[in-house]
C-alpha cells in the first residue's frame, strides 16, 4: 500500500508508543498484575470456600459483582454514543477520540459479563443457559442481546482499524516479528483502492447505524431484569429509558477520563483539544440533566405513591443512617457537579471537565449500587432474621478485590492495545497543520483564479 | 412460770411446723392433682372400599374451657377389651387423630353377640391423664353393581353383616349414602335406606366421567353405631364424556415462550446478525479486492 509522506510522519509520532514502554508504564503494568494476581487468589478463595465468603447471603442475593456487570455495561455505552451517533452524523471533531470510545465499548463489554460469572453458584450450570433456556427469560434477553453487542462491537472495531492495521502491516516497526502476522490478518488485504475505500465506508456505516439501536436494546433489556421483578423498588416502567440515559451518561464520562489520561500520557495535546472536553463535556450537561430527571420522576412516583414496601426502600436511601450519604453523593454531587463545571465558562477547564467526569463515573456506580442493595435489603415478606450480614449486605474483601481485578483489567487491556496499534486513527485524524496548509493552498488557488478571470 | 412460758412457745412452735407441713403437702397435692389435664378419646371403626380396615382415634383435652386436639401423643389400639392383642401404635397429628389400617389378616376376635371389640389407650404423661376407649362394631360388608333396565341406569347395593358362624345376614334400615368423588371431596348424589339387604338408585347419568366416560361411585354407611363407616366403591363408563383439550399452552410460566415473543426474536435477531453478515462480506470482498490488485 502506498503511504503519503503526511502519514508516515503522523504513525512515527505514534510509532514510539507502540515500539516501546516508559518506565511509569512499565511500573504501572507491574502494579495492574500485582492487583490482578491479588485477584486471582481471591478468585481461588471464593471457589474452594464458596459464596459464603461474600457478603450474599439468602437475603441480599445480589451484591457488587451485579454492580460491577451494570456498571461496566453502562460505560460501554461510550462506542455506541460518540462512534455510531457522531459517525452518522459525520461530525469532525470526533475523529481523534472515536478509537478511544470503540475500545471502551470492547473491553468493557468483555469484562462486564466476567462478574455474572462470579455471582454464579454454580458455574457448572452455564451450559443449561444454552440447553434448557427460555426465551421468557429477562436473563435469557440479556444474555443474547449481550452477544449480540459484543459481537457488533468487536466488528465495529475491527473495521475502524482496517487502515490503520494495513498502515502498520506495511511500515517497518522496531516491534516484535510476531505482530505482523496479526497486523495482516487483521488488516484484511487493505490496499487503500477507491474500492476497498468504499466497501469500508459503507460497512462502517452500516455497523454506526445498527449498533445505536443495538446499544438501547441491549441497555434496556438489563434493566429489565429488574425492572420485571415484582419488588419494590424494581418494579418500574421507567427503567429501560432511565438506564439507556445512565448508561450514556456514564459512557460518556469514562470516555473523558480515558481522553485525559491519553492526552496527558501520550502528549496528544495536538488531537485531543480543549474542544473534544467542551464538547463531551456539554453532551455530559445534558444528559446529566436528563438523568437527573428521570431519578426525580422515580422516586417521586414512589414516595407519592405510598406503597408500603416502596416507602421501605425510599426511607433506606434517604436516611442519613442508612444510605443516605451516598444517595446525596450519586444522585446530587454525580449530577449537579457536572453541570455546574460545564455551565460556567470559567469552570470549563480540561482538568475541571475530567474530574467532574470521573466524579459522574464514581457516583453511578454508586447509583447501581444504591438501585441493587437497598432493594434487596427490604424483605418481600416480613422476615423474622437477626444476623446482621443476613438483615445488611457488606462486601467481603473478595468482592472488593475482585472489583479491582476488573478495574485493572480494563485499565490492563487499553494500556496493551494502545501498545498494539494507535489510540488516534491515524488515517482518520487529520494533522491541524496540514489542515491549515490545505486552506491556504485552496484560498491562494481561489485568489488566483480570480485574478485570471479580471486579466 | 418460766417453765409454762417455755412449754407454751415449743407447743405454739410444734403446731406451727405441723399446720405448714400439713399445708405444704397438702398444697403440692392438690398442685399435682390440678397440674395434669384430663383427655378424652374418640374412636371410629372404618371398613374401606379396598377391603381393608381402619381404627382412628381423636385425642382431645380442654384447655381454657374449650376442647382442643392433642396432637404428638402415642396412642395404642388393641384389638379385644382390656388390652388384647396390640394391633399398632400411632402418633396424634395436628388435629389430634391417629390411625392404624389392617386388613383381613387380622383374626378378628368377636364377642358372644358377634360384635368386634377394638380398644384405645392413652397412657398418659407428666402433662395430660391416661385415656381410653372402646368400641364394639359388628362386621359388614357392601357389594355394588350396576345395571340397565329400558335404558334406565341404575346402582344396585347389597349390604349385609357377617354373622358369627360366617353366614350373610342382610342389612335392614340401615341408611347408606352414594357418592361420587370430585376434585376435594365427595359429592354426594343419592342418600337412601337398605331394605332387606338391598337398595337400589338411579345412576347419575349428568356428571361427567374422565376421559373415557368412567365414573367412580362410592357407596357408605357412615358413622352407624353397629357397622362403624363401611364403604365400597365401583368404576363403570356411564359417565358424561370429559373432554380434554390437549393443546400446547404458550405463556410466561410454560415451556414454550407466547408466539409473538419468538417473531420478534426472530425478526431482531435476524436484522442484527444480517448485518453483521453484511459487513463480514464486506470484509471478505475488500481481501478478494487486494487479490485483484495483485
Given amino acids: ?455 | 412460770m418460766k417453765k409454762q412460758v417455755i412449754s407454751t412457745v415449743t407447743l405454739i412452735g410444734r403446731v406451727s411446723i405441723l399446720l405448714f407441713t400439713v399445708f405444704f403437702y397438702t398444697n403440692n397435692i392438690v398442685a399435682n392433682t390440678i397440674k395434669k389435664e384430663k383427655t378424652r378419646l374418640n374412636l371410629s371403626y372404618f371398613y374401606n372400599a379396598d377391603n381393608t380396615s381402619t381404627l382412628e382415634a381423636k385425642l382431645t383435652t380442654k384447655k381454657d374451657e374449650r376442647t382442643v386436639s392433642s396432637p404428638d401423643m402415642p396412642i395404642l389400639f388393641y384389638l379385644g377389651v382390656d388390652s388384647g392383642a396390640l394391633i399398632g401404635k400411632a402418633i396424634t397429628d395436628k388435629d389430634g387423630k391417629a390411625s392404624v389400617t389392617f386388613g383381613e389378616e387380622l383374626e378378628m376376635l368377636r364377642d358372644t353377640a358377634g360384635y368386634l371389640i377394638f380398644y384405645v389407650e392413652f397412657e398418659g404423661n407428666d402433662e395430660y391423664k391416661s385415656s381410653s376407649k372402646d368400641v364394639a362394631v359388628k362386621e359388614a360388608r357392601l357389594e355394588m353393581s350396576f345395571f340397565q333396565r329400558d335404558s334406565v341406569k341404575s346402582i344396585l347395593l347389597k349390604a349385609w353383616e357377617v354373622g358369627t358362624d360366617g353366614e350373610n345376614i342382610p342389612l335392614d334400615k340401615v341408611d347408606i349414602s352414594f357418592y361420587v368423588p370430585r376434585t376435594y371431596s365427595l359429592l354426594e348424589f343419592s342418600a337412601n335406606e337398605l331394605e332387606n339387604g338391598e337398595c337400589i338408585v338411579a345412576f347419575p347419568t349428568d356428571i361427567p366421567g374422565n376421559e373415557k366416560g368412567e365414573l367412580t361411585i362410592i357407596a357408605k354407611i357412615v358413622d352407624s353405631d353397629d357397622y362403624g363407616t363401611v364403604s365400597t366403591k365401583g368404576i363403570i363408563n356411564w359417565g358424561t364424556n370429559l373432554e380434554v383439550v390437549h393443546e400446547a399452552h404458550r405463556g410466561l410460566g410454560d415451556v414454550d415462550a407466547p408466539l409473538w415473543m419468538v417473531y420478534t426474536l426472530i425478526v431482531l435477531m435476524s436484522g442484527v446478525w444480517g448485518h453483521y453478515v453484511y459487513v463480514l462480506y464486506s470484509i471478505y470482498m475488500i481481501k478478494r479486492e487486494e487479490k485483484n490488485i495483485d
Wanted: aromatic share 14%; proline share 4%.
Fill in chain 1, 1 to 455: 500500500m502506498e503511504i503519503d509522506i503526511k502519514t508516515k510522519e503522523k504513525l512515527s509520532k505514534f510509532s514510539h508508543h507502540l515500539e516501546t514502554t516508559s518506565v511509569p508504564g512499565k511500573i504501572l503494568l507491574g502494579v495492574l498484575l500485582l492487583v490482578i494476581a491479588w485477584a486471582f487468589y481471591a478468585l481461588l478463595v471464593q471457589i474452594i470456600d464458596g459464596h459464603i465468603v461474600t457478603g450474599m447471603r439468602d437475603n441480599v442475593v445480589w451484591g457488587i459483582y451485579i454492580v460491577n456487570f451494570i456498571f461496566f455495561i453502562g460505560i460501554s455505552y461510550a462506542g455506541a454514543l460518540i462512534s455510531g451517533i457522531l459517525h452518522l452524523m459525520r461530525v469532525e471533531w470526533r475523529k481523534p477520540i472515536i478509537r478511544i470510545a470503540e475500545i471502551i465499548t470492547v473491553v468493557s463489554t468483555i469484562i462486564g459479563p466476567v462478574y455474572i460469572l462470579l455471582c454464579m453458584g454454580k458455574l457448572e450450570r452455564l451450559p443449561h443457559l444454552l440447553l434448557y433456556g427460555r426465551i421468557q427469560s429477562p436473563i435469557i434477553w440479556d444474555v443474547i442481546a449481550i452477544t449480540t453487542y459484543l459481537t457488533g462491537s468487536m466488528i465495529f472495531l475491527h473495521i475502524a482499524l482496517i487502515r490503520d492495521f494495513a498502515l502498520l502491516r506495511d511500515t517497518p516497526l522496531k516491534v516484535g516479528k510476531w505482530r505482523q502476522p496479526i497486523y495482516r490478518f487483521f488488516a484484511a488485504g487493505f490496499q487503500n483502492t477507491p474500492k476497498q475505500n468504499k466497501i469500508l465506508d459503507r460497512s462502517t456505516d452500516v455497523m454506526a447505524a445498527i449498533i445505536i439501536p443495538l446499544a438501547i436494546i441491549v441497555h434496556s433489556v438489563l434493566s429489565w431484569i429488574f425492572g420485571m421483578t415484582l419488588r419494590p423498588g424494581w418494579h418500574s416502567t421507567i427503567f429501560a429509558p432511565y438506564f439507556v440515559v445512565a448508561a450514556v451518561f456514564s459512557g460518556t464520562g469514562a470516555l473523558i477520563c480515558v481522553i485525559w489520561v491519553f492526552r496527558k500520557a501520550y502528549h496528544l495535546e495536538e488531537y485531543i483539544t480543549q474542544k473534544h472536553f467542551e464538547y463531551l463535556g456539554m453532551i455530559l450537561l445534558v444528559l446529566g440533566a436528563l438523568y437527573g430527571y428521570f431519578t426525580f420522576s422515580e422516586y417521586l412516583t414512589s414516595w407519592y405513591g405510598s406503597a408500603k414496601w416502596e416507602l421501605e426502600v425510599l426511607h433506606k436511601l434517604f436516611s442519613f443512617d442508612e444510605y443516605g450519604w451516598a444517595f446525596v453523593f450519586a444522585v446530587y454531587v454525580g449530577i449537579l457537579l457536572p453541570i455546574v463545571v460545564m455551565g460556567f465558562k470559567r469552570l470549563r477547564t480540561i482538568n475541571n471537565i475530567a474530574f467532574a467526569s470521573l466524579i459522574a463515573v464514581i457516583a453511578l456506580w454508586v447509583k447501581r449500587y444504591l438501585i441493587i442493595i437497598p432493594t434487596l435489603e427490604v424483605p418481600l415478606l416480613p422476615m423474622q432474621e437477626i444476623r446482621e450480614e443476613v438483615i445488611h449486605y457488606t462486601a467481603t474483601w473478595v468482592e472488593r478485590v475482585l472489583t479491582f481485578g476488573g478495574i485493572a483489567f480494563f485499565i490492563l487491556f487499553f494500556f496493551l492495545f494502545s501498545k498494539f496499534v494507535p489510540i488516534i486513527s491515524i488515517f482518520e485524524s487529520k494533522d491541524k497543520k496540514y489542515i491549515t496548509v490545505i486552506k491556504k493552498e485552496v484560498h491562494v488557488k481561489e485568489t488566483e483564479y480570480e485574478e485570471t478571470i479580471e486579466k
